[in-house]
């Protein structure tokens, strides 16, 4: 059971935007900024979107972040079948004495 | 260019201490707001936060685990050693390693290491 929640999958065809959310608290996303990122099989998660909606030198525009409240959303436009790969949220978390937490992780299908 | 690979067993019997390196390149620990993190993930599961060791050797573990983890630095050899004792079959999982930067006051973790699949069984 993960702190943040994403839908486990998510789909759509070449062309396409698609939108993956993320759902905290308000020690989480309500009160620190969130992080994106992406995995393709056997590979190292890569940096996505920092600090809500920052994109590392390297990413396309393609890729954007949004935050409101304590909710988090990253959209995907453009949507290309190397895009097909494992998408997850993660933030730093207020409770106890602080700890990094992490969404289950999206599946995106590139139909 | 910055990589981080990690290294250690595959296996381990319940009750023994495990222990991890993270070799690290393209960066050093000694420079300001930079630290090292372990992240492990459990098959079909989601990722799980163990701790870091910031440049300034202040460490953070997550609170479920801290009586049982360990991050140790050694900076002339660019490497992150992650101690975890008395494993159970539960912690099973692929254990990552990464850089976690300060931009601006906001950090995150921006580059890691593909991560070492560790299998606890007796």
């Known amino acids: 059971q993960s702190v943040l929640t994403q839908p486990p999958s998510a789909s759509g065809t070449p062309g396409q935007r698609v939108t993956i959310s993320c759902s905290g608290s308000s020690s989480n996303i309500g009160s620190n900024t969130v992080n994106w990122y992406q995995q393709l099989p056997g590979t190292a998660p890569k940096l996505l979107i920092y600090?809500?909606?920052q994109r590392p030198s390297g990413v396309p525009d393609r890729f954007s972040g949004s935050k409101s409240g304590t909710s988090a959303s990253l959209a995907i436009s453009g949507l290309q079948s190397e895009d097909e790969a494992v998408y997850f949220c993660a933030a730093w978390d207020n409770s106890l004495s602080g700890l990094w937490v992490f969404g289950g992780g999206t599946t995106l299908t590139v139909l | 260019q910055i990589t981080l690979k990690e290294s250690g067993p595959t296996l381990v019997r319940p009750t023994q201490t495990l222990t991890l390196t993270c070799t690290f390149s393209g960066f050093s620990l000694n420079t300001s707001g930079v630290g090292v993190g372990w992240i492990r993930q459990p098959p079909g599961k989601a990722l799980e936060w163990l701790g870091i060791n910031y440049w300034d050797d202040d460490k953070r573990y997550s609170p479920s685990l801290e009586t049982r983890v360990t991050i140790t630095k050694d900076t002339s050899k660019n490497q992150v050693v992650l101690t975890m004792t008395n494993m159970d079959p539960a912690d099973t999982a692929t254990y990552h390693c990464?850089?976690?930067?300060?931009?601006?006051?906001?950090?995150?973790?921006?580059?890691w290491g593909q991560g070492s699949l560790v299998t606890v069984s007796s």
């Open positions: 990464a850089r976690v930067y300060d931009s601006s006051g906001y950090y995150f973790f921006d580059y």
């Open positions: 600090t809500n909606n």
